[in-house]
């Protein structure tokens, strides 16, 4: 029996290809997703993946909805923090609000849905924790203060956890994409892509969201597991550290 892998926003861009990659490779896969229940049954009715419906910004659900998922699946021993909102402002125009949600999304996703999946990773000595974060999270972006804070914390989050879980065969490891082709970019108008996004990306194309997945994929493989800590940077050469 395969291993079994949750990935948050797990059914729709970036998380459906991480999702329908790791059923691909063998993985019993639960897709988490958090509103959009069209777009969840369509994804469901497709690939077969079951999704579970919670809110990751909120740590009640996150336990809830994961007991759901070990009760169905088995043990979760791979955990891809997906999930993630944009709230785009200029700072001296961005509210509490906004930045809250994002910050609560983006970043507080990570404890709510990790820690309740900890100590079984613990016990079993096995555990792949995967987050996704962001090329703004490691360069900043104007306009998305509280988004590119959250993303950086999602690589502090890593790096430290990293440290704890390496003697209990636990890695962890942060991806952290570039523009990639999913609906909400590619609906960005053709010029705008052609004349200021492109340009800056050396390898001249948005990335794909399955080759976000097939990093993810790896490193939640036994070959990956002396790879922890790491950021990996997937962004055509756009920012290279």
Same mark, same amino acid.
């Given at each position: 029996?395969?291993?079994?892998?949750?990935?948050?926003?797990? &059914?729709? $861009?970036?998380?459906?290809? %991480? @999702?329908?990659?790791?059923?691909?490779? =063998?993985?019993?896969?639960? /897709? #988490? !997703?958090?509103?959009?229940?069209?777009?969840?049954?369509?994804?469901?009715?497709?690939?077969?993946?079951?999704?579970?419906?919670?809110?990751?910004?909120?740590?009640?659900?996150?336990?809830?909805?994961?007991?759901?998922?070990?009760?169905?699946?088995?043990?979760?021993?791979?955990?891809?923090?997906?999930?993630?909102?944009?709230?785009?402002?200029?700072?001296?125009?961005?509210?509490?609000?906004?930045?809250?949600?994002?910050?609560?999304?983006?970043?507080?996703?990570?404890?709510?849905?990790?820690?309740?999946?900890?100590?079984?990773?613990?016990?079993? &000595?096995? $555990?792949?924790?995967?987050? %996704? @974060?962001?090329?703004?999270?490691?360069? =900043?972006?104007?306009?998305? /203060? #509280? !988004?590119?804070?959250?993303?950086?914390?999602?690589?502090?989050?890593?790096?430290?956890?990293?440290?704890?879980?390496?003697?209990?065969?636990?890695?962890?490891?942060?991806?952290?994409?570039?523009?990639?082709?999913?609906?909400?970019?590619?609906?960005?108008?053709?010029?705008?892509?052609?004349?200021?996004?492109?340009?800056?990306?050396?390898?001249?194309?948005?990335?794909?969201?399955?080759?976000?997945?097939?990093?993810?994929?790896?490193?939640?493989?036994?070959?990956?597991?002396?790879?922890?800590?790491?950021?990996?940077?997937?962004?055509?050469?756009?920012?290279?550290?």
């Amino acid at each position: 029996m395969g291993r079994v892998a949750v990935v948050t926003g797990g &059914s729709r $861009g970036i998380g459906a290809a %991480i @999702s329908k990659a790791l059923k691909a490779a =063998g993985y019993k896969v639960a /897709a #988490n !997703y958090a509103g959009n229940d069209e777009a969840a049954a369509k994804f469901k009715a497709e690939t077969g993946i079951p999704v579970y419906k919670w809110d990751v910004s909120n740590y009640e659900a996150c336990v809830a909805g994961l007991k759901q998922v070990e009760a169905d699946l088995g043990p979760v021993e791979v955990l891809v923090n997906n999930a993630g909102i944009t709230r785009d402002a200029m700072f001296h125009k961005m509210t509490a609000q906004q930045w809250n949600e994002v910050i609560n999304t983006n970043l507080n996703s990570l404890f709510n849905m990790t820690q309740p999946v900890w100590g079984g990773m613990r016990d079993r &000595s096995f $555990g792949r924790v995967i987050c %996704i @974060s962001s090329i703004n999270g490691q360069k =900043g972006q104007m306009g998305q /203060a #509280n !988004y590119s804070a959250a993303k950086a914390g999602d690589i502090g989050f890593v790096k430290a956890l990293a440290q704890e879980g390496a003697a209990k065969g636990i890695t962890v490891n942060a991806i952290c994409p570039g523009y990639i082709g999913t609906e909400m970019v590619r609906a960005i108008a053709q010029d705008v892509l052609e004349k200021r996004i492109l340009p800056l990306i050396p390898v001249g194309r948005l990335g794909e969201p399955e080759e976000i997945a097939r990093a993810v994929v790896f490193l939640a493989s036994d070959d990956a597991g002396f790879i922890t800590g790491s950021t990996i940077s997937a962004n055509g050469g756009q920012y290279m550290m």
